[in-house]
RNA sequence: UCCGGGGUAGCUCAACUGGCAGAUGCGCUCGGCUGUUAACCGAGAGGUUGUGGGUUCGAGUCCCACCCCCGGAG
């Protein structure tokens, strides 16, 4: 399989030292990069809809081959206008591949594992078996037995219709030995060339396809990893796969291996998007991120912020919140901020009230968005080191921008 | 006024015939969350058992008096 321009272009319009600002041109439309992607797992950006989506200012979401499989299954889907029709987005998607999962079902949270605690246990028996085939598994919702193979995962996210599939791949554990890593990386080079065996054959006309750098922590595997989904000529490249134990490890793991990429390819960073991440990432040449950050701290009672020092993010439930009339962040152009106060936030929060999750989520992903949007216009501008270094010394987006 | 029921953690409630004052939920404080099984997970704090006496080796528990709440009667 070749790239194709009629499934995807990609175009570099401005450069800032490594950053990139990009065009990448879809099936549903262009998206501006660098970009961040909000997570729509189950086929809904949890408590948006999709108009809010693209209101805020996103061209692209992410769905997941494992959960829709799953439920309500990708031929239902298929029958009801695909994963766009069915969920209302009329923008670019792109899905996962399920790989991720057999990691994350296995071996509890990226975070957990590496840490080597427990937090919420692995499901119990969820992942039957892991061959050169494929993977079985056990549904989290019934506890009926599946199997996702290369093959499978095409297959499914055709039926879904995204405009970029990923191929299947396994995210080896942190605390996985170098032979496993190596042997797993090898195998998953195996099942990306059947991915793209399968997708040149019968895959969608207007789907792209991007693959994955695996290798885990060693140089040498993520080198090796590079080149093999370099030759594959995919549409694109993610990063994925174990980054580290910390973030000055994975900022280092990630800086080598876009050193290791073409300079052509849309590179995305799978699971990273904390907003100095996003400034970090794009200032070595990463053009797009998928995180569950945003929403998820949102459903959690957190408001991202300008605060370096507080991992850029605040607790709107604690109580010292209580009595502020000012805004979650001043400045902020987000409906929670312009309109309310972040004593209501706090209120509505600790109140169990859906309105407060849905001002958190809208606050977090209008505040990425912003992150994002800036660093693109600093970019564009030739000011890029400034905006990141304004950033990570605690400058709101709308000021570092300015 | 009389009869009955009841006062235990901030709230809601346990504690068999007297034997180390506890739980669950909520609430509270703190911590965590990076290709979402997550509007979630974890930890912690919190007490003169309404008050004052008495019996007993030992009282939330039994006895006496008082205070307060609820229901019923008048």
Same mark, same amino acid.
């Given at each position: ?24 041109? %879809? ?30 200012? *996103? ?31 009329? !923008? ?22 590496? #840490? ?94 991007? +693959? ?23 549409? +694109?490249?993610?990063?994925?796969? %174990? ?8 900022? +280092?793991?990630?800086?080598? =291996? ?40 949102? !459903? ?17 439930? #604690? ?9 979650? &962040? ?13 004593? *209501? &936030? ?14 958190? =989520?809208?606050?977090?992903? &209008? *505040? ?35």
């Amino acid at each position: 399989m070749r790239h194709d321009p009629a499934r995807l272009s990609f175009e570099i319009v401005a450069r800032d030292g490594d950053a990139r600002a990009g065009l990448l041109r %879809t099936s549903h439309g262009p998206v501006e990069t660098p970009c961040f992607v909000p997570l729509a797992t189950r086929g809904s950006v949890k408590g948006l809809l999709p108009d809010e989506v693209s209101g805020i200012g *996103y061209e692209i979401v992410l769905g997941n081959t494992y959960h829709l499989m799953l439920a309500p299954g990708s031929e239902r889907i298929a029958g009801l206008g695909g994963l766009h029709g069915f969920m209302g987005w009329d !923008r670019a998607i792109i899905t996962d591949s399920g790989g991720f999962q057999v990691f994350s079902l296995a071996f509890g949270s990226v975070a957990d594992e590496v #840490k080597g605690r427990r937090g919420r246990p692995p499901l119990e028996g969820g992942v039957l078996d892991v061959g050169e085939d494929g993977v079985a598994f056990r549904s989290y919702i019934d506890g009926s037995e599946h199997f996702l193979s290369p093959e499978r995962s095409m297959e499914v996210q055709a039926a879904l219709g995204s405009d970029i599939a990923l191929v299947f791949d396994e995210c080896t554990p942190f605390r996985a030995d170098y032979d496993y890593t190596a042997r797993s990386t090898e195998r998953t080079h195996r099942w990306l060339q059947r991915c793209l065996d399968w997708h040149g054959v019968g895959g969608p006309a207007g789907q792209a396809v991007f +693959g994955i750098v695996q290798g885990g922590t060693h140089e040498d595997l993520r080198r090796q990893s590079a080149a093999a989904v370099a030759a594959a000529g995919v549409d +694109g490249i993610a990063i994925g796969g %174990t980054l580290g134990k910390d973030k000055e490890q994975m900022r +280092g793991v990630v800086a080598t =291996t876009v050193g290791m990429l073409p300079a052509d390819p849309a590179r995305h960073l799978l699971g990273i998007g904390e907003p100095d991440d996003l400034v970090e990432g794009i200032g070595i040449g990463i053009d797009s991120f998928d995180c569950a950050v945003p929403t998820r701290l949102g !459903r959690h009672g957190m408001a991202l912020a300008p605060l370096p020092e507080r991992r850029f993010r605040y607790d709107v439930r #604690k109580r010292r919140n209580a009595e502020e009339p000012g805004p979650l &962040v001043p400045g902020c152009p987000c409906p929670a901020c312009v309109r309310f106060s972040r004593a *209501y &936030v706090h209120y509505l929060s600790r109140a169990e009230e859906l309105t407060g999750v849905r001002l958190l =989520t809208i606050h977090n992903l &209008v *505040y990425s968005r912003e992150l994002v949007a800036g660093a693109r216009e600093a970019i564009v501008a030739g000011r890029f080191g400034g905006y990141r270094d304004a950033i990570m010394a605690g400058a709101a987006p709308w000021e570092a921008s300015v």
